[in-house]
């Protein structure tokens, strides 16, 4: 536990304006096959594949009510498919419980923020790490040395996480009390946390003017730079989408009908279709 | 100077409503849930204290720590079995197998120890070198104040406990653990918290606070019955309310105030209708404040 947590090092990255040309590990880190679920006689998603490599980013978009966030809680086990199988790292998912999966390597933002308002910034970052600083309660307890030395790391961690979103010095505010874009970035925050692999965010954008998301564009691949890690992400906003994503997935009434990239998405008439129906011939 | 007196009464078992008000406040807090079970859970930790000293021969101290591994045992046991599978069910159906627990306990003690009140020894007594008289308590401007040794350690207790559960809560990652579960249990399972655990160790915490209640009750008012710990705790549940259910330092709050006015009332204005002008003073805060003295009031988006 204590050696993985090791990984990711800060390091600093150009800022892009766009994606540069690079080497993007494309082996798997998660593969959805034939996944799907029904609630009584509505089948919410049904025959959703998907693999999204190691250090991609992907996008899944979709009219509203598609069933993005459905395949998020299918990805985080909130719902338990009825059919088909997730593959983590090659590893079956399936059976495993929320808290499992986190241990896993998926974490989540949420599409209505639900951070832990009461929290400090900092405990709710904290939140996320003390699950791979394990110290018995007994030496929290009695203060055990090795108590203060994972303490101590936790804050280190937690501050060189906030860093990221430049937002170290809110450590000691109460989490409900920061701004709205404020609490956009930290619940990413709070999800690096727990150390994924692969990182699933639900409309990172939403709420945010122009100059914001384009500063979340540049900090979402200095994430994925950063942490090499795979990030899936549910967005509206088309700039942010076709801007970032490697890979774009696209969702109707539960069914995928377009994968590709940016420029095949632009032009696929199944995809227009969706978005703006057609004229009814006369 | 009587007043002083009563008002130490007061406070006296004011602390030990507060005591058992935490495990309601804590359970309603995280698990979103009413334990009516929690005041018989008292009751079975004064009986555990009282047979490990009078038939043990055990010392206090052991007969109290025994009380409180047999409670915290007890509550954890309670909730895997009976409140764990109506996770999802209503709230309803929850409350009603909480009110049947307590029903359960209360005769379960009466089959095991049957209810013939049993008389709890006085653990809080210092023995005069000189004169070998027995002291229960001490009397200070000559004999108009009393104080006895039980309520000097309840209160004692009382401060004690709100501070070790407030750092707990503020500081241990099991309390911000705990926090985050009372405000987003399914946010917090995404970010790993195992929420189960959670709820298991707010219950272990308090029946264990409850088990110290339960001696520390008995204590003062040494007559020990099956149905012994049912009153504290719908007093202790109505201290809760009174505070702030889901607070704990309302818990705190209500609960002294609970137990002040109930000992003024008894001595000044009727021994019968204590009771009944305890609740009417809830009755009125609720309506001024009704979410309690110290509770925010949730207000929900329509």
Known sequence: ?282 | MTFLNHLINGISLGSVYAIIALGYTMVYGIAKMLNFAHGDVIMVGAYVCFFASSSFGLPPILGVLLAMAVCTALGVVIERLAYKPLRQATSLAVLITAIGMSYFLQNAAQLLWTSNPKIFPTFFTVTDRETGAVKTGISLFEGQLNLSYASIVTIAACIVIMIALTLFTSKSKMGKAMRACSEDKAAAQLMGINVNTTISMTFAIGSCLAAIAGVLLCSSYPTLQPTTGSMPGIKAFTAAVFGGIGSIPGALLGGILLGVIEILAKAYLSTQLSDAIVFAVLIVVLLVKPAGLLGKLVREKV
């Open chain 1, 1 to 282: 536990m204590a050696k993985k947590f090791d990984k990711p090092k800060m390091v600093p990255v150009p800022s892009h304006s766009i994606i540069p040309e690079r080497d993007i590990d494309k082996s798997p880190i998660l593969e959805c096959s034939h996944l799907g679920i029904d609630f009584g006689g509505l089948r919410a998603v049904d025959d959703f594949n998907l693999t999204i490599g190691r250090t991609e980013i992907a996008g899944l978009i979709g009219p509203n009510g598609a069933g993005k966030t459905t395949v998020f809680n299918l990805l985080t086990k909130v719902y338990q498919p009825t059919r088909g199988t997730i593959l983590l790292d090659g590893m079956d998912t399936s059976g495993k419980t929320t808290v499992q999966i986190n241990r896993m390597g998926i974490a989540r933002t949420f599409q209505n923020i639900r951070l832990f308002s009461n929290l400090s910034v900092e405990d709710n970052v904290k939140i996320g790490l003390h699950n791979q600083e394990p110290y018995s309660m007994l030496s929290g307890i009695l203060r055990l040395p090795n108590y203060w030395r994972q303490e101590k790391a936790a804050h280190q961690r937690a501050l060189e996480l906030l860093s990221i979103f430049d937002m170290q010095d809110l450590a000691g505010v109460k989490a409900g009390a920061l701004p709205y874009g404020a609490q956009r970035r930290l619940e990413i925050v709070r999800a690096l946390g727990t150390n994924p692999s692969l990182l699933l965010l639900d409309e990172p954008a939403a709420g945010m003017n122009p100059s914001e998301t384009a500063e979340l564009m540049e900090n979402i691949v200095k994430i994925r730079d950063t942490f090499q890690i795979a990030i899936l992400l549910i967005e509206h906003d088309m700039s942010l989408v076709m801007g970032i994503c490697e890979g774009i997935c696209v969702l109707n009434f539960g069914q995928v009908i377009a994968k590709g990239t940016a420029e095949e998405i632009q032009n696929n008439p199944e995809v227009i279709k969706a978005y703006l129906g057609t004229h009814k011939e006369a």
